[in-house]
């Protein structure tokens, strides 16, 4: 066997039995369940972009498959299978057994087969696809926003952009605080459950990518409409809530990237099912504002407006 098929078997190669064909041929082979639509989606992490040079392999192959599923989980999607195509410098077996055993962890612990990819050398970049599936007419779209309906948000915010100035600038916090940060930026867990509980209660949903005030604005341009957000609803962890900075605070709730959970809209008649939701989960479900005839996002305190701070991370801004 060439180096790269074994590379191949060693790291990626799993039994895929929800695969017709799994890794080994031209093309992977799938067959949905039916009757069902299929939700597809791709995302690249690119060294020096997305993550900083040196970050840890397992940190890596688990964000990679992570930020995909979360797209799958913001369109209401069972998560079924993943694509992987991975560039890399040199090959090193410590970084592909680390990386390749937090991808593959992620994906059991979510059902999801890897059944295909490429493999080459060059700059690290790691782009990898998602297959998910939703019974037709049941996904959650970012256009489905009512005026009048309430805007949800799930955990916390701020936390992993948080954790990025703990990484990136070495802002210093207590271990505790670090710790949880840096997990939120490294670890990020795709509300996968929330995503599959929200079709038929929520009327829109995202992942939160890009900060809350960027993603909401989607919905809302997307939806036709504006929305209010009310800073004093927004839920923060202690790590934030400790900040002595409330400008610093503010810019990461609102426009911190990476967090990875659903902003979602519903009717305010759902918020009975979705806080019981919340207490199934053991996940915290927050109403954080609503939307309104109009467009943009406003934010406000103590019922002033709050200056708009900047939106979230454009790459080509
Ligand atoms: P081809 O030349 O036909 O594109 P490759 O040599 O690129 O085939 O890959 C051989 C097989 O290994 C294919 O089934 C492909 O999907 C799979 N594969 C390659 N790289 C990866 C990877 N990183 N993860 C999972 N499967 C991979
Ligand atoms: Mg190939």
């Not at 890897?114 to 996904?139: H, K, M, Q, W, Y």
């Not at 504006?226 to 400008?247: F, K, N, T």
Request: a negative charge.
């Amino acid at each position: 066997m060439s180096p790269e098929f074994a590379l191949i078997a060693r790291y990626f190669e799993r039994p895929t039995p929800g695969a017709l064909l799994g890794v080994g041929d031209d093309a992977a082979l799938i067959l949905p369940a039916a009757p069902s639509e299929l939700a597809l989606s791709t995302d690249m992490l690119v060294e020096g972009t997305h993550f900083l040079p040196g970050t840890d392999a397992a940190d890596l192959g688990h964000k990679a498959l992570a930020v995909n599923l979360s797209d799958l989980a913001a369109m209401g999607a069972r998560a079924r299978f993943a694509l992987l195509a991975l560039a890399m410098p040199q090959v090193s077996d410590t970084w592909l057994a680390g990386f390749s055993g937090a991808f593959l962890a992620l994906a059991a612990k979510h059902g999801v087969e890897l059944i295909g990819g490429d493999t080459t050398r060059g700059p690290l970049n790691i782009c990898v696809s998602v297959v998910g599936e939703v019974p037709p007419g049941a996904a959650l779209r970012r256009s489905g926003a009512r005026a009048g309906d309430e805007v949800w948000v799930s955990g916390t915010l701020g936390d992993a952009a948080l954790g990025l100035a703990v990484a990136r600038d070495g802002l210093v916090l207590e271990p505790a605080y670090k710790q949880h940060c840096l997990a939120r930026l490294n670890r990020p867990q795709p509300r996968l459950e929330l995503g599959l509980a929200l079709r038929g209660l929520a009327s829109s949903a995202i992942d939160v990518s890009d900060g809350l005030v960027a993603d909401l604005g989607h919905i809302a341009e997307r939806s036709g409409l504006g929305a209010c957000l009310r800073w004093e609803s927004l839920p923060l962890s202690a790590a934030l809530q400790a900040l002595p900075d409330q400008g610093l605070r503010q810019r990461l709730a609102l426009a911190g990237g990476d967090d990875y959970e659903l902003c979602f809209t519903a009717t305010p008649r759902a918020a009975g099912p979705i806080e019981a939701l919340g207490l199934r989960l053991g996940l915290r479900l927050t109403r954080v504002g609503s939307m309104v005839e109009g467009q943009g996002v406003g934010v406000e305190s103590a019922g002033q407006p709050l200056v708009v701070l900047q939106g979230g991370y454009d790459h080509f801004a």
